[in-house]
């Protein structure tokens, strides 16, 4: 093939990696589109509290209601998106969004929560990362205690000085931190000392085989004993199962998220639940 296209660039680019690239840029110009023609969506997951049942908070999870496949979750388009730099328009529609829709709750008396929203390093790393979210809760006038930013071990290691200037100058506004995924990066004592955040999700791939598997038994027990040292909330995720429920109670895990109470629901059917103002069984 080399000789015959006579060209250097013919090369290396294969007919496969020409169909993958291919691929890629339709991706990229779909998602552009999907962004304009208001295509997403904000799913919401109830966050609940172990001491009451109560739901405590809720997550957003983003959506693409593509017009010929049907729902698409982040995990098909959030890597092409974050390669692409899209992410940071998306990001900052998923922050108004969530913003909007949780005042509106509570001026129509559906309830008071504190969302998070997940954000990508990406987009977090820029240094105007700031000045955007503070745009968005003096636009919207929410109060900041009700949004939570969620972040990744990986995006906090590198705690240059830019990164904890974000992190508390966001902090001094009131806004709460999350880091989701915790156990899988590899984060220091002496880091997580330092860090401005309130909250750690523990990540469910060390839930799903709890209780049983005695590594991830230690390991829950652990990230819960760290929180509680440190002050921090520790939430575990993908909680699928009434022995995990009751694992997790009886080591003291403040509060779950998982589809053994709720799978991500759209807005409307979120609202519902939170209306009902109802309780979860959760500690025997
Ligand atoms: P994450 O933040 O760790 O979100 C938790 C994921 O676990 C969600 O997947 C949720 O639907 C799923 N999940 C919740 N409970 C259970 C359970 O009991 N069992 C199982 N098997 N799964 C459960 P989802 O919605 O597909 O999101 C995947 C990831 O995409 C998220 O992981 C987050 O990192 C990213 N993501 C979601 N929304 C956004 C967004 O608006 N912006 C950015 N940048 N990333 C997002
Ligand atoms: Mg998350
Ligand atoms: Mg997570
Ligand atoms: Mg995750």
């Known amino acids: ?17 020409n169909e993958r690239v291919r691929a890629r840029l339709r991706l990229e110009n779909r998602l552009r589109q999907a962004l304009e023609q208001g295509e997403f969506e904000l799913w919401y997951q109830p966050r609940v509290r172990l001491a009451d049942g109560c739901i405590c ?4 999870l983003l959506r693409w209601r593509h017009p010929e496949e049907g729902w698409i979750g982040p995990g098909d388009f959030i890597p092409v998106a974050e390669e692409s730099g899209l992410i940071v328009p998306i990001d900052q529609w998923v922050l108004e969004e969530v913003c909007r829709q949780n005042l509106e709750w509570q001026r129509r008396g559906v309830g008071e929560i504190p969302v998070a929203v997940n954000l990508s390093a990406r987009d977090f790393r820029r240094p105007d990362f700031r000045d955007r979210v503070v745009r968005v809760l003096d636009d919207t006038g929410i109060d900041p205690r009700w949004l939570e930013l969620e972040l990744t071990e990986s995006v906090l290691l590198q705690h240059t000085d830019e990164i904890m200037a974000t ?5 001094s506004r009131g806004v ?16 997580l000392k330092q860090l401005p955040v309130s909250m750690l999700k523990v990540d469910r791939s060390f839930v799903r085989d709890v209780p049983g598997d005695p590594n991830d038994e230690a390991i829950v027990k652990a990230v819960i004993e760290l929180g509680q040292v ?15 429920l009751q694992f997790l109670c ?19 059917e979120f609202e519902k639940l939170l209306r009902q103002r109802g309780k979860f069984a959760t500690c025997d």
């Open 1 to 17: 093939h080399a000789k015959e296209a006579g060209r250097d660039t013919y090369r290396f680019f294969t007919p496969a990696m």
């Open 250 to 268: 009886r080591l003291g895990c403040d509060s779950v998220q998982g589809f053994h109470f709720s799978r991500p629901q759209p807005a409307a």
């Open 57 to 60: 908070g809720a997550e957003a």
């Open 176 to 191: 709460n931190f999350a880091i989701d995924d915790f156990g899988t990066g590899y984060s220091s004592l002496a880091y």
């Open 167 to 171: 992190l508390q100058g966001l902090r």
């Open 230 to 244: 440190f002050g921090l909330q520790v939430v575990a995720e993908g909680v699928e199962t009434e022995a995990q």
